[in-house]
Structures are given as C-alpha cells and as structure tokens.
C-alpha cells in the first residue's frame, strides 16, 4: 500500500497523522484511541484523489507526480 505523509491507513480507515498526534497528546491517559475517537478522513470527490480530514481540512493528494 502506498504511503503518504499526512495521512495512514489502518487497514479499514484513512487516519489523518496531525489531528492522532493532537488527541493523543490532549489524552490523559496511555490507552490507544478507540475508533470512534479516531480522526477519520474522507475522499474529498468520488474521484478518490485528495483525502481531507474533516477536523483539521488538512488535505492530501493520492496521485504521484
């Protein structure tokens, strides 16, 4: 699977790193984010070129130059 720089697949779901990174530092507590806490990311067009998380509007594109 390719990798990309802001965002990570966990084998279900796109993750978006930076807002993972920020809840995870907000947690008080060591126990891993249950999925529903995870900062999930959509497609942003049907087309499934740039991923956009909806928390942060961090996007990405999934095409190679």
Not at 11 to 25: K, V
Request: glycine content about 4%.
């Amino acid at each position: 699977m390719t990798e990309f720089t802001d965002f990570y697949n966990n084998g279900i779901d796109w993750i978006c790193r930076r807002c993972e990174s920020e809840l995870a530092a907000d947690s008080d507590t060591d126990e891993q984010m249950t999925p529903e806490h995870q900062p999930l990311a959509k497609w942003m067009d049907k087309t499934r070129r740039v991923l956009i998380c909806p928390r942060c509007g961090l996007t990405e594109s999934v095409e190679k130059s």
